[in-house]
């Protein structure tokens, strides 16, 4: 909360999922010292994100695109473009795939052959084209909506190579600013120091043993629900549409979160409320 203070900087968004309990807590110290700071929960995820960028990125989209994974069958591909039964069935006829094969698992050979086949197909590439322009456009009216193209904006997240504020900047074309628990090497690979801050390990690349917990960190504080698939219009208002939820894991987050809210309470109501905590 100082840091943006020392940066001048008007707003924070805490990332969807995992700053939802980060949020909460800022916003009661933001309320309680009457800081000149905006706090703002902010839906997005990499699939959110990335589907509005792909008609701008060449090649480049069919490798995030056609990425082979355990278990794959043709259905699964084409719905990381979130094509409907209609649609997937277009694809299939212009790729002569197989009605019965759409949900037999692919081998090594059966999915690079895949690949290449969808690479070539122009039934499939005009909906990567169709889909992405929708997407941004649904996109860029809720990040204009949730004003990061006001002011300058500080992301707040857990972190780790910095890809939601590297999606961001390219989708509105402007700097932001990243403050980050950790990161790996990849972040100041592509964004300067000074604008993407880590607290923990001196701001140098988190060692081998942070990321082994790292993933059970991120489902302690993340909120329970799915994540942001995409964003639409809602009596004139853009929100965002919400996936299905994964495992449901509020038994064990919900006395966390509930230890931390009382911890603040105690910090709020003690001592500790007049120390100054520089940036």
Known sequence: LQQPIHDQVDTLYFLARDGHILYEIAKRFWEQYALPI??????????????PAYHRMGKAAFDLLLVRGANLTPRHVLERLALFVEKQQQVYADCAIPAEDCDKSLSV???????????KSSVYRNFVQEKSQAAETAAMAYLEQAGLTDS???????????????????????????????CDARLHQNLPPERAKTFLFDGCPAPLWYWVGQPMLEVLLSEPCGS????????????PEIGKAGADNRAITAPLWQGMRAFVQRWQA??????????
């Open 38 to 51: 905006h706090c703002q929960y902010l839906y997005v995820s990499r699939m959110a994100l990335r589907m």
């Open 270 to 279: 003690g001592k500790l409320r007049e120390a100054q905590i520089p940036p």
């Open 228 to 239: 942001t698939v995409g964003y639409h219009a809602q009596a004139g208002q853009m929100v």
């Open 109 to 119: 050979q059966a999915f690079t052959a895949l690949a290449e086949q969808l690479r």
């Open 152 to 182: 300058p904006v500080l992301l707040v997240d857990i972190g780790s190579g910095g890809t939601t504020q590297r999606v961001l900047e390219e989708l509105l074309h402007t700097q932001l600013y990243g403050c980050y628990l950790a």
